[in-house]
Nanobody, 127 residues
Protein backbone atom coordinates (compact mmCIF):
# COMPACT_ATOMS: atom_id res chain seq x y z
CA UNK A 1 0.00 0.00 0.00
CA UNK A 2 1.28 3.44 -0.90
CA UNK A 3 1.42 6.22 1.68
CA UNK A 4 0.98 9.86 0.66
CA UNK A 5 2.19 13.04 2.37
CA UNK A 6 1.23 16.50 1.13
CA UNK A 7 3.21 19.69 1.69
CA UNK A 8 3.36 23.26 0.45
CA UNK A 9 0.14 24.70 1.82
CA UNK A 10 -0.04 28.06 3.51
CA UNK A 11 -1.52 31.54 3.55
CA UNK A 12 -1.39 33.62 0.38
CA UNK A 13 -3.07 36.78 -0.88
CA UNK A 14 -5.57 36.66 -3.69
CA UNK A 15 -3.79 36.63 -7.02
CA UNK A 16 -0.79 34.84 -5.58
CA UNK A 17 0.63 31.39 -6.23
CA UNK A 18 1.39 28.23 -4.28
CA UNK A 19 2.87 24.90 -5.25
CA UNK A 20 1.67 21.79 -3.45
CA UNK A 21 3.66 18.58 -3.46
CA UNK A 22 2.68 15.01 -2.65
CA UNK A 23 5.39 12.50 -1.81
CA UNK A 24 4.73 8.80 -1.92
CA UNK A 25 6.35 5.95 -0.08
CA UNK A 26 5.80 2.24 0.14
CA UNK A 27 5.19 1.64 -3.56
CA UNK A 28 6.09 3.28 -6.83
CA UNK A 29 3.63 5.93 -7.99
CA UNK A 30 3.93 4.83 -11.59
CA UNK A 31 1.23 2.19 -11.05
CA UNK A 32 -1.30 4.78 -9.83
CA UNK A 33 -3.48 7.39 -11.40
CA UNK A 34 -3.20 10.45 -9.18
CA UNK A 35 -5.37 13.39 -8.31
CA UNK A 36 -5.87 16.36 -6.06
CA UNK A 37 -9.14 17.01 -4.25
CA UNK A 38 -10.08 19.76 -1.83
CA UNK A 39 -12.57 20.27 0.96
CA UNK A 40 -13.72 23.62 2.28
CA UNK A 41 -15.41 23.95 5.69
CA UNK A 42 -18.98 22.70 5.55
CA UNK A 43 -18.65 21.44 2.00
CA UNK A 44 -18.18 18.11 0.29
CA UNK A 45 -14.74 17.04 -0.89
CA UNK A 46 -14.45 18.04 -4.54
CA UNK A 47 -12.27 17.13 -7.47
CA UNK A 48 -9.53 19.57 -8.48
CA UNK A 49 -7.14 17.89 -10.93
CA UNK A 50 -6.06 14.44 -12.09
CA UNK A 51 -3.18 12.97 -14.04
CA UNK A 52 -2.70 9.64 -15.76
CA UNK A 53 -0.03 7.11 -14.85
CA UNK A 54 2.24 8.20 -17.68
CA UNK A 55 1.59 11.91 -17.13
CA UNK A 56 0.36 12.38 -20.67
CA UNK A 57 -3.24 13.15 -19.79
CA UNK A 58 -4.70 15.53 -17.27
CA UNK A 59 -8.16 16.66 -16.23
CA UNK A 60 -9.26 19.74 -14.29
CA UNK A 61 -12.40 21.00 -12.67
CA UNK A 62 -13.95 23.98 -14.40
CA UNK A 63 -13.26 26.16 -11.36
CA UNK A 64 -9.47 25.76 -11.63
CA UNK A 65 -8.95 25.20 -15.36
CA UNK A 66 -6.39 27.64 -16.73
CA UNK A 67 -5.08 28.53 -13.25
CA UNK A 68 -3.87 25.20 -11.81
CA UNK A 69 -1.48 22.67 -13.31
CA UNK A 70 -0.88 19.10 -12.15
CA UNK A 71 2.35 17.25 -12.88
CA UNK A 72 4.13 14.12 -11.79
CA UNK A 73 7.66 12.77 -11.56
CA UNK A 74 7.49 8.99 -11.35
CA UNK A 75 11.25 8.72 -10.84
CA UNK A 76 10.98 10.89 -7.72
CA UNK A 77 7.64 9.41 -6.65
CA UNK A 78 6.00 12.82 -6.42
CA UNK A 79 3.14 14.80 -7.87
CA UNK A 80 2.73 18.56 -7.75
CA UNK A 81 -0.08 21.04 -8.07
CA UNK A 82 0.93 24.49 -9.26
CA UNK A 83 -1.76 26.98 -8.27
CA UNK A 84 -1.74 30.45 -9.84
CA UNK A 85 -4.13 33.39 -9.67
CA UNK A 86 -5.49 32.10 -6.41
CA UNK A 87 -8.91 33.26 -5.24
CA UNK A 88 -10.48 33.29 -1.76
CA UNK A 89 -12.83 30.52 -2.91
CA UNK A 90 -9.79 28.25 -3.39
CA UNK A 91 -9.41 28.16 0.40
CA UNK A 92 -9.65 24.53 1.51
CA UNK A 93 -7.74 21.52 2.73
CA UNK A 94 -6.11 19.94 -0.30
CA UNK A 95 -5.73 16.17 -0.50
CA UNK A 96 -3.54 14.02 -2.70
CA UNK A 97 -5.11 10.74 -3.83
CA UNK A 98 -3.89 7.58 -5.54
CA UNK A 99 -5.88 4.98 -7.44
CA UNK A 100 -4.44 1.77 -8.85
CA UNK A 101 -5.38 1.27 -12.49
CA UNK A 102 -4.28 -0.82 -15.45
CA UNK A 103 -4.67 2.12 -17.80
CA UNK A 104 -1.55 4.25 -18.24
CA UNK A 105 -3.37 7.00 -20.13
CA UNK A 106 -6.55 7.65 -18.18
CA UNK A 107 -7.07 10.52 -15.75
CA UNK A 108 -10.08 10.18 -13.45
CA UNK A 109 -12.18 12.83 -11.77
CA UNK A 110 -14.39 10.49 -9.80
CA UNK A 111 -13.66 10.28 -6.11
CA UNK A 112 -14.48 6.56 -6.06
CA UNK A 113 -11.52 5.88 -8.34
CA UNK A 114 -9.12 6.64 -5.51
CA UNK A 115 -8.60 4.52 -2.43
CA UNK A 116 -5.47 6.01 -0.88
CA UNK A 117 -5.44 9.53 0.53
CA UNK A 118 -2.96 11.81 2.20
CA UNK A 119 -3.65 13.73 5.40
CA UNK A 120 -4.21 17.03 3.60
CA UNK A 121 -2.57 20.44 3.59
CA UNK A 122 -4.34 23.72 4.32
CA UNK A 123 -4.47 26.44 1.70
CA UNK A 124 -5.86 29.81 2.76
CA UNK A 125 -6.31 32.65 0.29
CA UNK A 126 -7.00 36.08 1.77
CA UNK A 127 -8.88 38.78 -0.09
Amino acid sequence: QVQLVESGGGLVQAGGSLRLSCAASGRTLSTYAMAWFRQAPGKEREFVAAISRNGANTEYSDSVKGRFSISRDNAKNTIDLQMNSLKPEDTAVYYCAAGATASITSAYSGRNRYNTWGQGTQVTVSS
